[in-house]
């Protein structure tokens, strides 16, 4: 075996995990630097630049399906670009920092993030909207559906838990098109926890016991969306999405990039299908992963790397010391 590679020419799984992590922890470190300086695009701009160096030393022959853009808006990460050393065809969903605004601000929950499959198992999501739905583990299948009311989906979901609505926690974005369910959540007499920012973490806090959040719903970005539901593939959660158009011009953009009525419900393997590998660095804290912390010569990162096949969710916390530049993290 050489370079994360088997005899039977696929990549080692345990060595491929923490080479996962290793590219989110360059983008975190990058991005980390711009906390709270005002700047969202600089930061966005280190984390892609830090996420696209790192991924030159995975074994892998990878496509990005969910990156940065269009070729010819993004310079790198952008849909279609071949990333990796060589090795076996994946898919990969990217982003590199999910929260600019957050880590502009030094608001919680922002992260780097990735997610990886074998090729042709990601939803090719255009850049647009989409309508989420998703819960955790150990549910009756289909207890929440992205059609029912939210009041309907919050019974629902106490019964199976059994708990009352009340000791539910629904998360949603903070936005003034999630006023109307926000109110028939409080109606049905939920819990509710307003975000900024962070859709991917809000969604992935439900797959998380400890983390209070037991229902996320709303509208955000469907590439979050994606990554969303490749987490909570590896977590046991249940989501449910539906692309949100604004015009025509998204709708054939959709059309062009995947099969299928583009305004169809999407179930969780529709977003993200087959053996899923998802890893996440905080960039700033928040309840399931710390932000960078960093020192004169090095930084401290906290992650998480998870697998659906085995279902094993781990994390890392890594001491980088940057007076050994190994790859020009930092
Ligand atoms: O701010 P909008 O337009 O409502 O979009 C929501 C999307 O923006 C985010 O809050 C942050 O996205 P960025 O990292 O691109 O700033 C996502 O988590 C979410 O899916």
Same mark, same amino acid.
């Given at each position: 075996?050489?370079?994360?590679?088997?005899?039977? %020419?696929?990549?080692?799984?345990?060595?491929?995990?923490?080479?996962?992590?290793?590219?989110?922890?360059?983008? +975190?470190?990058?991005?980390?630097?711009?906390?709270?300086?005002?700047?969202?695009?600089?930061?966005?701009?280190?984390?892609?630049?830090?996420?696209?160096?790192?991924?030159?030393?995975?074994?892998?022959?990878?496509?990005?399906?969910?990156?940065?853009?269009?070729?010819?808006?993004?310079?790198?990460?952008?849909?279609?670009?071949?990333?990796?050393?060589?090795?076996?065809?994946?898919?990969?969903?990217?982003?590199?920092?999910?929260?600019?605004?957050?880590?502009?601000?030094?608001?919680?929950?922002?992260?780097?993030?990735?997610?990886?499959?074998?090729?042709?198992?990601?939803?090719?999501?255009?850049?647009?909207?989409?309508?989420?739905?998703?819960?955790?583990?150990?549910?009756?299948?289909?207890?929440?559906?992205?059609?029912?009311?939210?009041?309907?989906?919050?019974?629902?979901?106490?019964?199976?838990? %059994?708990?009352?609505?009340?000791?539910?926690?629904?998360?949603?974005?903070?936005?003034?098109?999630?006023?109307?369910?926000?109110?028939?959540?409080?109606?049905?007499?939920?819990?509710?926890?307003?975000?900024?920012?962070?859709?991917?973490?809000?969604?992935?806090?439900?797959?998380?016991?400890?983390?209070?959040?037991?229902?996320?719903?709303?509208?955000?970005?469907?590439?979050?969306?994606?990554?969303? +539901?490749?987490?909570?593939?590896?977590?046991?959660?249940?989501?449910?999405?539906?692309?949100?158009?604004?015009?025509?011009?998204?709708?054939?953009?959709?059309?062009?990039?995947?099969? %299928?009525?583009?305004?169809?419900?999407?179930?969780?393997?529709? *977003?993200?299908? %087959?053996?899923?590998?998802?890893?996440?660095?905080?960039?700033?804290?928040?309840?399931? *992963?710390?932000?960078?912390?960093?020192?004169?010569?090095?930084?401290?990162?906290?992650?998480?790397?998870?697998?659906?096949?085995?279902?094993?969710?781990?994390?890392?916390?890594?001491?980088?010391?940057?007076?050994?530049?190994?790859?020009?993290?930092?």
């Amino acid at each position: 075996m050489s370079g994360g590679m088997t005899e039977r %020419g696929e990549v080692s799984d345990r060595n491929l995990a923490l080479e996962l992590v290793r590219v989110t922890e360059a983008a +975190a470190l990058a991005a980390s630097r711009w906390m709270g300086r005002g700047r969202k695009n600089e930061a966005d701009g280190a984390a892609v630049e830090a996420m696209r160096r790192a991924f030159d030393y995975i074994p892998i022959d990878g496509t990005v399906v969910i990156g940065e853009g269009e070729m010819d808006e993004a310079p790198m990460l952008y849909i279609g670009e071949r990333v990796g050393i060589g090795g076996p065809r994946m898919d990969i969903a990217v982003d590199p920092l999910e929260g600019t605004t957050l880590t502009a601000k030094g608001g919680p929950n922002a992260l780097a993030v990735l997610a990886l499959a074998e090729a042709g198992n990601f939803l090719h999501a255009p850049d647009i909207y989409m309508d989420k739905i998703a819960v955790g583990g150990g549910l009756p299948d289909g207890v929440v559906d992205i059609d029912a009311p939210v009041g309907e989906n919050l019974r629902n979901l106490a019964r199976a838990r %059994g708990r009352d609505v009340s000791d539910l926690v629904l998360c949603t974005l903070e936005r003034p098109r999630h006023a109307e369910m926000v109110a028939h959540a409080r109606e049905a007499g939920a819990r509710i926890m307003l975000i900024s920012d962070g859709d991917v973490a809000a969604a992935i806090a439900t797959g998380l016991p400890e983390s209070g959040v037991d229902i996320f719903v709303g509208i955000g970005g469907a590439p979050e969306g994606v990554l969303a +539901a490749a987490a909570l593939r590896c977590l046991g959660g249940q989501m449910q999405a539906r692309l949100q158009f604004e015009n025509e011009e998204q709708i054939a953009r959709a059309r062009a990039m995947s099969e %299928g009525d583009p305004a169809r419900k999407l179930g969780i393997t529709d *977003l993200a299908r %087959g053996d899923v590998m998802f890893a996440a660095t905080g960039v700033t804290g928040g309840p399931m *992963l710390r932000g960078v912390r960093r020192f004169t010569a090095g930084a401290v990162t906290h992650s998480m790397v998870m697998r659906s096949k085995s279902g094993t969710v781990r994390y890392v916390e890594a001491h980088h010391n940057f007076s050994v530049k190994t790859w020009g993290v930092g």
